[in-house]
């Protein structure tokens, strides 16, 4: 038998943990699970090296049920403890799992940071726009007038845009997809092979609390007028066959839904994705008629846990060798005799 | 440092001293702080026994000549083993008013007063809040005062090098180094060395600073001291022999870190947010990468603790540095890792609360916190270190428990030991035991909480480790398996086997010891933390005055070491004092059931040697009556 | 509940039994609360004291027929006064095979087991994990068992009324409800009045819900019973007169602060981030707004309590709840209005710990938290409410003190007090003394920080009063003045003025008393919060006995009340019950140097009182011996 | 005499505490003090209904200097607790101090939330680049490479910038100036006039720890070639003598810098500030030769202290009147006797 036996083909199965899976009947979660668990084996993820760390909510049970290593902390933290387990281990895959309350309401701060410092991290956002676990208060990404037990007469906070705030916060890789879609595993092959902080925003339905409110966007039917795949290098259609797409007003420096063939657009006047391109990333993370899925934003810049790593061998250069005698008589001893 | 008759008549030669207290005292910009620890560097070299506490303003740099904006800097040294700072100078150098006038009070009477008559200028005098000069009033009558146009011989001395008149007289501070190394006998070359390294750069400065030194020296040898005032020797200590440095406690908690971790064979991955006194932990930390130490400037507090909780989850050693305020911010995360038994180092290096409190003052008011101060039934290690130089031992114990034993360490230094330096005599590394981790890599029936029979600490299997793909979480766990458990039992019987465990770290401890003096007597006087040097020292005085008088000191707070309560009951009285309200004396209290009387002193200051000999003698009288 | 032998010969007539618990258990979604509840107020209605235990999975929405998505509500109700939901049942109503399986361990031997065989599918007993059909085996035969067809009937019940499959299935608890109405003859009006209230919206639901609810009753009347089951009635209880409610202790906290807030003449600012157990304090607040109550979900816990400190700065009465992990991370704010001395309330409504630990379990394990848990010498009032009725009381009294004494005051409940619900006899709150706050506004001689001679507390001066301007912050602060203070004698007399004035609180409070026996004996229970209800009815079992043994309760827990000490040494032992790992017995041991004993559950349940009395029983033994 | 004597008009003096002030010398905080107490008499201010709220840093110690009320309170809570103040009582003028640490590190999470939810406050952030108070360290706008005592190899963040960050974040206010300006005093009072949060990043000079980060844009002689002060519906010129412009690259959707009359740039290329564009006010806070001051972001929108008043008076119609009895019986109640 030879030395080294060339390692068996991985399948959704060895992804997944001997844990049930607890989350209600419908929940869109479960559809994310198994998009996972399909999508890692066939970018050759290795189960011992990929880690799943998540917060604190419906969402941030991710972890429980893949058969990974994996870490449940506190609400809101695993930006911060996913980095320094990256810092300590720059070989591993590590994923972030967290929700729309776990990441921007209580981790909200950890999330800008671990972003700016473009730490080499995949971050799934689940946005169902509610609080599930709590048992549905209204979120940080909740509509205006949302009633709910905490609301009674409607929530008066204006809503953070996930993707708009992870531009704000410095983010080099931007996207956004939905539970159900068939090109989630799309989004996440990006993000996994992108080298940096991958953030993206995964639309996600509670059926218990927050029942759809994304239908319009992820119906079968409805859907297609709503969504805008965007393709870097693209123009940006959508509709049914395609019949619509965005073009942009110079004056207001918005993009506008046309129809092409209508009151004379043509072709060429729809706008072409360009994925590396700041000021368009930021039109689209909040169009009026239609939702853009797919990579927003994508422009590789130096990587955190890689420069930490290079400045500790810069430090030997500059500090010289590690030597504990002469560090502790580093400056003026003296001898007593 | 009263000067004998003889001295009064002719100054020379040199009179000998037993110790001797100076303060150097003048404006955030005057230097104080290098100047004094120069002259410590000095001091150490002439093999005295030394102890110092600088003591800068709370403001960043505030206005020049005001009496807030006064930079101290105090030295006790002398020809036996001393262990404070001292509570009264002998010797105080004021540069300017302000620097005389919150200092005076503090002086002993008969003392020196150096001053530098060159900044007694009207407005700096308003400034320091004197109606009229205290050079020309009665008010330093109970003093011996040398007045000197310091200023003035600084610029003479330094004319010709071409510096701008700021940089000239910014050598101030080195003409009144020369002069104190005179009037003490101290060499000049490490001064003249260290400011030849330290302007390399800008040889002109050098140059300078040196000429200054040496002009102060010069002045020294040839000037007519007034009546009274001489030229003294303080003879060398008997000290331990080998090999010493000065050191602080951020720098020996920096380097004992940086040992533990090597002993251990980890890296170690240190986040921390800066914060008063902890920052130049960091800032030590950052200058060794080279060790295998990652710093993380995070973003807060509880984003630094996340980190180095995951960096331990990842098989560094994750280690958080902060301060009080800091400590309540990272609680919770505290308990996520109690709860999922990973290894990890919290230093609280504490300061004057509550709230903001007095950031730049020492206090000891955080024991609770560190003991008591999270949610749930959730126990940790709490060491104390004693002294600058112990810092460096208790890091090592941290990490070699935090390792051995799974659990959060918690290292409480203080504000006082953080910046105070003491000559330290070097630890010999390689005699160090090392203790190297064992990682769990054997899929064999392994579970993620099964226990090691003698340490119940889990296994510490890592990412990365074939077969061992496991969860952890804040969530109550099953037994062993470690899978959540809603179980009644189960949490009971987690939540026991959570305390037994720090408990059982008793065990590795020490039992308990006695500092100075019998294991029985009329009174243990227990201290813990930077209160040391200030206790061992009140005590030696009072044995001396033959009373029963013992000292233990406490470095492992919690669990409390084995033989405790059958010491207190040795004791016809125990006495705690702390730099707090009193919150050893009711853990004590509650643990052993002993009346033990608390001594609190909450003036973000250490406690005087009078102080405490006043009380434990006032307290003994009644006691025995 | 064993049924007498005349009971087994012919089951008419109804049976008279002093005290019954039943156990409604089911799939989450059987609606087992709501049926629970509804039993509940006819209970009450029926004249019975009571007492109710919901006991809900920690999951949202478990897969149907798992065991753990079983949701199980207890009621004890009985013809005398008690305490608590009672040990173990006298009848489970099993609704599928896990609530069967889960529960029958907790039945009596000869106890009522009524079951919906309905539910009993292959594939159910599988997710139940039963090999085989319980109802097929012996494994039932400790039990009398009432096995019923309940879906079926509940079917044909609402046939023809045109609901579709799901909406029918759901009426089988209505079904369930009207059996055991007919069993225990229960009054089903004021559940048809809920449901037309209910589905007011909803006509065929209320038909439909109704109709199965006296489908349920008829078959009770009609049906030949098996032998040994009957009909039975518990005649209504001596309660003091009055009307009644039904009240949840985060219901009664709620309307508590309220009341407190308009009695104080102040507004409400309550800053919360949603916790479980603590949420639906939030949830009734904001219900509440035209009360001048102002929620602010904040985006965390941090938020939540610098707005309430924000607001008492202002002028409002700020609040703030969350529980164990929510305080942890509010203690650095809550030193700031502790420094700051402002009034801020806030609620800690305990759960399993640490870290995450069990969120829907109950537990007491934030004692030294609450009396500990901050940096520095950071005392503050802590008080904690002892059933859920007494949350109401807490809670105006904890803005009593806050206000009186401008400082933070931390109530603690727990998720059994928060989600148990018990008859309360409402208060005449016209009868309760207003306590109007007086704001500072008299710029003559104001200081910030000047004391009320008898409290303390320091003026309250609002912004928007002309002439007050004034600036307050963490740093350490003058005394009166409240300017920034770095003098050290300052900071320690501020520091002793803090915690006097926390002390002299205990002046306010009602000294120590025995809430049951003589103030000396041979055991004095000393208990706090939600077990004093377990704690007092088995005292009253042992006293029963004729032991000599006592219940104190403390709803004081920082300070402490006067008289305590003394009234601990006038008993020969003193037992400690915590759901915790020992807490307040290591307060009261520090405090009075008693060698009170512990007795320790933490496993997120409450005491039986069969625990408690064996206990108590045995710990006497030993010491009698 | 009257019975109402007119108000006597205030002064700087007025607003200027007895507290002798305690920062450096030479530090920027000075500077924006003076402007501050020259500013509010200018706009009627009340100092017994003005209070400054600041967090902990150099910046922080500002209300100590203020005749009004002042908060000094802990590490980046300022927005929350100004909040709750707003809150319990929305007539007072509340301002917030912070610094670039305590706003953007530590307290990065409520600033995000109080911006988002517009709370009627003026929010002053001292961007100096450092943490001056704990002496030094590199800040979240330090630049990359900045050697500091925790940076002795450089920091490897990639910084925020303040004004994007609040962009993200859906601030509906959005002003640059810096600490000496003789326009600062225009920013104050755009901000106390504008309902709802207005943040202003002010540029400030640390002597001590940063010194001269910002003098290119400061200088006297260098600044003007720097500064592009901006008006709503003027054309973005800025130079010595306003020769120069920002034109739109429609295709980059970028702002170039131009040369009026220069090959053949026309004044009307030069692009005309709308304050009101939010997409435009993107792309000016990050412009690659010079740093737009002013406003750059300005759309009025519902402010939530005046939602949640609104709320209470709903309450009152929707629940009826507060009547404590009527609460403790709503639902069921029963009789004893
Ligand atoms: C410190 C702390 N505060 C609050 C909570 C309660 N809590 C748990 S999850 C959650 C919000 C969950 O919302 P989201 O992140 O959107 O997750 P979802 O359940 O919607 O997937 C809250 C408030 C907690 N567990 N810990
Ligand atoms: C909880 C807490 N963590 C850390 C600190 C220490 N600290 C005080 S101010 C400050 C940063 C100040 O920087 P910035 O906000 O930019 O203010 P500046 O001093 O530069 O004006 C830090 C880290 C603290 N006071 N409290
Ligand atoms: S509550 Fe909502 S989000 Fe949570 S598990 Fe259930 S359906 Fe999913
Ligand atoms: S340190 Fe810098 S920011 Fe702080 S007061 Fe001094 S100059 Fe100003
Ligand atoms: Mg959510
Ligand atoms: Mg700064």
Not at chain 2, 332 to 342: H, V, Y
Request: charged letters at 20%; glycine letters at 10%; a negative charge.
């Amino acid at each position: 038998m030879s030395p080294n036996p060339p390692k068996k083909k991985l399948t959704r199965k060895d992804f997944a943990s001997d844990q049930e899976v607890r989350w209600c009947p419908g929940c869109g979660d479960y559809a994310i699970l198994a998009a996972v668990q399909r999508t890692l084996p066939s970018l050759d993820a290795q189960p011992e090296n990929t880690v799943f760390v998540s917060g604190i909510g419906c969402s941030s049970r991710f972890p429980y049920y893949m058969n990974t290593y994996g870490f449940h902390t506190i609400h809101g933290r695993a930006p911060a403890i996913a980095t320094g387990l990256k810092l300590s281990n720059p070989e591993l895959d590590v994923w972030v799992i967290t929700g729309d309350g776990d990441g921007l309401s209580i981790g909200g701060n950890h999330l800008l940071h671990v972003l700016r410092r473009n730490v080499d991290l995949q971050i799934l956002l689940f946005n169902n726009q509610i609080y599930g676990l709590t048992k549905g208060q209204y979120s940080p990404t909740s509509q205006v007038g949302k009633v709910t037990p905490s609301s009674p007469l409607g929530s008066i906070d204006q809503p953070v845009i996930p993707t708009r705030f992870a531009l704000g916060a410095g983010a080099t890789f931007v996207a956004r997809s939905y539970d159900t879609s068939k090109r989630l595993p799309e989004a996440l092959t990006a993000a996994k092979q992108y080298e940096g902080a991958a953030f993206i925003e995964i639309l996600q339905n509670c059926p218990v609390f927050n029942d759809g409110v994304f239908d319009l966007i992820t119906d079968r039917k409805t859907g297609p007028a709503y969504q805008l795949w965007l393709e870097h290098g693209a123009p940006m259609r959508f509709g049914a066959d395609g019949e619509k797409g965005l073009r942009m007003n110079p004056q207001t420096l918005t993009l506008e839904v046309v129809t092409v063939g209508e009151d004379g657009v043509a072709e060429d006047d729809i706008v072409v994705h360009d994925e590396t391109n700041h000021a368009l990333a930021w039109m689209l993370t909040d169009l009026p008629d239609v939702v853009a899925l797919g990579v927003l934003y994508r422009e590789p810049s130096p990587v955190y846990d890689q420069s930490v790593a290079k400045q500790r061998e810069l430090a030997e250069e500059r500090f010289g060798k590690a030597d504990l005698k002469a560090l502790l008589r580093q400056g003026h001893t003296w001898t007593v005799t | 440092m009263e000067p004998s008759a003889a001295a009064r008549a002719q100054p020379n030669p040199r009179e000998t001293l037993d110790s001797v207290v100076i303060r150097f005292a003048g404006d955030s910009g005057d230097g104080m702080q290098l100047t004094g620890s120069q002259f410590t560097t000095a001091t150490a070299v002439a093999g005295n026994d030394l102890a110092t506490f600088p003591d800068f303003p709370a403001e960043i740099r505030a206005p020049a000549g005001t009496t807030y904006g006064v930079s101290g800097f105090q030295i006790h040294f002398a020809a036996h083993d001393i262990r404070t700072p001292g509570d009264a100078p002998d010797v105080l150098v004021a540069m300017n008013p302000a620097a005389l006038k919150v200092n005076t009070e503090l002086l002993k009477t008969g003392g020196l007063v150096v001053i530098n008559t060159g900044a007694f200028s009207k407005n700096n005098l308003a400034k320091a809040g004197y109606e009229q000069n205290p050079l020309e009033d009665d008010s330093l009558d109970r003093f011996r005062v040398l007045a000197l146009d310091i200023t003035k011989m600084t610029l003479e001395s330094v004319k010709g090098i071409g510096l701008g008149s700021k940089e000239a007289h910014r050598c101030k501070n080195m003409w009144t180094l020369g002069l104190m190394y005179w009037l003490f006998g101290r060499e000049r070359e490490p001064t003249v060395e260290w400011l030849q390294a330290k302007f390399a750069k800008k040889p002109l400065l050098a140059e300078a600073n040196i000429a200054a030194l040496n002009a102060g020296h010069i002045y020294g040898e040839n000037a007519e001291l007034p009546h009274g005032i001489g030229a003294y020797q303080v003879p060398a200590a008997k000290l331990e022999p080998g090999e010493y440095r000065n050191v602080s406690g951020n720098e020996a908690t920096a380097w004992g870190l940086v040992t533990g971790a090597k002993l251990a064979d980890l890296e170690i991955m240190y986040g921390s947010y800066p914060i008063t006194p902890a920052s130049n932990l960091l800032h030590n930390l950052s200058k060794l990468k080279q060790f295998g130490v990652t710093t993380f400037q995070a973003e807060d507090e509880i984003a630094a603790v996340s980190a180095a909780v995951g960096a331990s989850f990842g098989g560094s050693i994750g280690v958080t540095g902060t301060s009080g305020p800091g400590v309540a911010l990272k609680s919770e995360a505290i308990g996520l890792a109690i709860a999922t038994e990973l290894p990890l180092v919290i230093v609280d290096v504490q300061r004057g609360g509550p709230s903001t409190g007095l950031p730049t003052k020492t206090e000891q008011s955080d024991l609770f916190q560190a003991v008591w101060g999270r949610n749930g039934d959730a126990p940790l290690v709490v060491l104390a270190a004693a002294t600058p130089g112990d810092c460096f031992y208790m890091a090592v114990e941290a990490v070699r428990i935090a390792v051995k034993y799974m659990t959060p360490v918690m290292l409480l230094t203080d504000g006082y030991l953080a910046n105070g330096a003491e000559p330290w005599l070097l630890p010999d590394v390689d005699a160090l035991e090392p203790f190297p981790t064992k990682f769990a890599d054997d899929p064999e029936g392994f579970h993620p909480f099964q226990r090691n029979k003698e340490t119940l600490a889990r296994p510490w299997a890592l990412p990365g480790t074939p077969g061992l793909e496991h969860r952890i979480g804040g969530l109550e766990k099953q037994q062993d398996a470690g899978h959540i458990s809603y179980d009644p039992n189960n949490h009971h019987v987690m939540t026991k086997l959570r305390a037994t465990k720090v408990q059982r770290v008793a065990k590795d401890f020490p039992s308990v010891t006695v500092d100075q003096g019998e294991r029985q007597g009329d009174m243990l006087v227990v201290g813990w933390g930077s209160t040391y040097g200030a206790i061992s020292q009140s005590v030696r005085a009072l044995r001396e005055e033959g009373l029963k008088v013992s000292h233990a000191h406490l470095r492992n707070i919690w669990p409390l070491p084995e033989g405790l309560g059958e010491l207190l009951r040795s004791f016809g009285n125990v006495l705690v004092p702390e730099l707090n309200n009193g919150q050893l004396v009711k853990l004590l209290r509650s643990e052993y059931l002993i009346d033990a009387e608390s001594l609190t002193k909450v003036a973000g200051q250490p406690f005087t040697i009078r102080e405490l000999v006043d009380t434990v003698r006032e307290r003994l009288d009644r006691s025995l009556q």
